[in-house]
């Protein structure tokens, strides 16, 4: 890129009246994760980037750039190689913002806002796409992601890169990123199982392709993604096995699911942690648990089945139990969990292996019966854990208000919650694993991740159930719309927090496996005291995670070198 020539930084005007000042001369600077960079942010001071990471791990920063009064033609970015060699890359990609009409809930806004992550070079095809150049308007914010994943085998210690960001061919700046690799080990595949929902005839809604490879394809790369970020997927293709005689035919469902529940689909060996069984909607009484049977055997034979679970309810009123419960003995005949969001209910003793209620239902602010009227404490799950069963939880739209009218009353009820929305604090998206290690939490499942490709684009609206992406972690990256010639799934802003929630909860659950348990939930109640107030300052966030990775490496260190 030639000699790097350095933007004139000065001291940034501030807001005056709610207007935000052109600046004479451009600005840059460097933001925590957690800060959703929009359109009016104030520029920061940083102008370095460190990165820490465990081995296993993923971190990322961002880079704001913020034109003068003059435009910046052709603004691209792309890293060094990292010296020396520890077998990761820094990947930058664009923050692309998105206008939402109406806000998530009381503490929601409506405007402009980042959320989809457009690379430089897509990971799965390993194309390049159109994130840049991208030219920034007089006094325009450009966004951009850059992240780098650390390989389990990366020696510990320090290495160096440089993003460089050029201006129509000409060098404007590079940043100095330092990548310091921890000693300790963060498993590939999630210790926490999540279970994320997808279809695919949701994703052939927006990625128009007809060839069933290139369904298929398609359907992997978005599995694929999700898997990266530490995310297990239900679903799928919504085909169960087929009925073709006896035996069952396993062969679509296997090439479809096995790559991933076996650890072959990505470098790392990240496996699924979870996968649902489906029933063939016409079956019932003797045939339905034959094809049970079938089904769990062959999940047994391909060491699957202790991550399978028959999916049986969702959020069922009360009248619904019996037959829930009639479902759950072939089930369990057949030797499968079963798996229902509901808080714990009496009635469906014995039948539920895996209690899925929702955060709300668990976490009670006050008298929560009109968002939660099966609720129950978490004391009523002691008998049920000690019995073998497992306690997973859920968000959904009664973290911001599940209506856009919301009574004033019923406003206060909804500040402060962990949320998958976009017009949030980064902190609440990325809240749900700190929390679930606090809480003892075994699993989450969340309902959908393609929900807006149903019926409308969500490149322009994401708004289901008053939130903004409620439903939606990714959007449609066809070549029409981010370049190159392969359909792609985009991550979004929201997707790589809820991975970094999932990272902290491996950090504190290691912390605690090599027998520092209290200053693990030590730490944790410093970082989130509340689980109904999850806002917290970056600056604080990265102050108490300082101190986990401190006490993890001393610990990690400090066993025999055998076991390191």
């Not at 968002?371 to 069963?389: H, K, M, N, V």
């Not at 209506?403 to 980064?426: I, M, N, T």
């Not at 981010?482 to 990272?503: C, F, H, M, N, Y």
Request: net charge negative; aromatic share 8%; charged share 20%.
């Amino acid at each position: 890129m030639g000699p790097v020539r350095e933007l004139d930084i000065r001291p940034a005007r501030t807001h005056l009246g709610g207007v935000l000042f052109a600046l004479a001369v451009p600005v840059y600077w460097i933001a925590a994760p957690e800060v959703k960079l929009r359109p009016d942010a104030v520029a920061g001071t940083v102008q370095v980037a460190v990165l820490d990471a465990g081995r296993g791990e993923c971190e990322a920063f961002q880079l704001a750039l913020r034109a003068g009064g003059a435009p910046l033609p052709a603004v691209s970015a792309d890293a060094t190689p990292f010296v020396p060699a520890v077998g990761a890359e820094l990947s930058p990609s664009r923050e692309v913002e998105i206008h939402l009409a109406l806000p998530s809930g009381p503490d929601g806004q409506a405007g402009d806002w980042p959320d989809p992550l457009v690379p430089a070079v897509d990971p799965y095809a390993g194309e390049r796409r159109n994130a840049f150049p991208v030219d920034v308007p007089p006094g325009g914010l450009l966004a951009i992601w850059a992240e780098a994943c650390v390989p389990e085998a990366a020696p510990p210690g320090e290495a160096h890169a440089e993003l460089r960001v050029t201006s129509a061919g000409a060098a404007l700046f590079a940043v100095p990123v330092t990548l310091r690799v921890h000693p300790f080990v963060i498993p590939a595949t999630s210790t926490l199982p999540t279970s994320f929902g997808i279809s695919l005839s949701a994703l052939l809604r927006r990625h128009h392709l007809t060839r069933p490879v290139d369904q298929a394809a398609l359907l992997r790369r978005y599995a694929i993604a999700a898997l990266r970020d530490r995310i297990s997927l239900h679903g799928m293709s919504m085909r169960a096995p087929a009925i073709t005689g006896s035996p069952l035919d396993f062969a679509a469902y296997d090439a479809e699911v096995g790559p991933l529940l076996d650890g072959t689909a990505l470098p790392s060996g990240a496996r699924f942690t979870s996968t649902d069984v489906r029933l063939p909607g016409n079956l019932s009484g003797d045939a339905a648990e034959a094809y049970l049977a079938a089904t769990a055997a062959h999940l047994r034979t391909r060491g699957w089945l202790d991550r399978a679970f028959l999916y049986a309810a969702d959020e069922p009123p009360p009248d619904h139990f019996p037959d829930i419960a009639a479902r759950a003995r072939l089930a369990h005949a057949a030797g499968l969990s079963v798996l229902v969001t509901v808080p714990f209910q009496q009635a469906l003793a014995g039948a539920v292996d895996i209690w899925t209620p929702n955060l709300n239902c668990l976490v009670v602010r006050r008298d929560p019966s009109e968002f939660c009227p099966l609720r129950a404490p978490f004391s009523a799950y002691a008998t049920r854990l000690r019995r073998g069963e497992r306690l997973w939880w859920y968000l959904s739209c009664s973290s911001h208000g599940c209506k856009d009218a919301l009574p004033e009353a019923a406003a206060s009820y909804f500040h402060g919650w962990p949320d998958y929305v976009v017009d949030v604090p980064g902190s609440r998206n990325r809240a749900m694993g700190p929390l679930a290690f606090r809480y003892g939490i075994e699993g989450e499942l969340y309902y959908d991740t393609v929900l807006a490709y149903e019926d409308g684009d969500p490149w322009t609206s994401i708004r289901r159930f008053a939130g903004n992406g409620d439903g939606t972690l990714f959007y449609p990256g066809t070549p029409d719309r981010v370049g190159g010639k392969t359909d792609i799934p985009i991550e979004s802003l929201r997707l790589k927090l809820i991975r970094a929630g999932l990272q902290d909860y491996e950090e504190l659950s290691l912390l605690r496996r090599l027998g520092q348990g209290a200053l693990a939930q030590h730490l944790d109640a410093l970082w989130l005291p509340s689980a109904t107030d999850v806002d917290v300052a970056p600056a604080r966030r990265q102050a108490i995670r300082a101190r986990l990775l401190a006490a993890l490496d001393r610990a990690w260190l400090s066993r025999p070198a055998a076991a390191r």
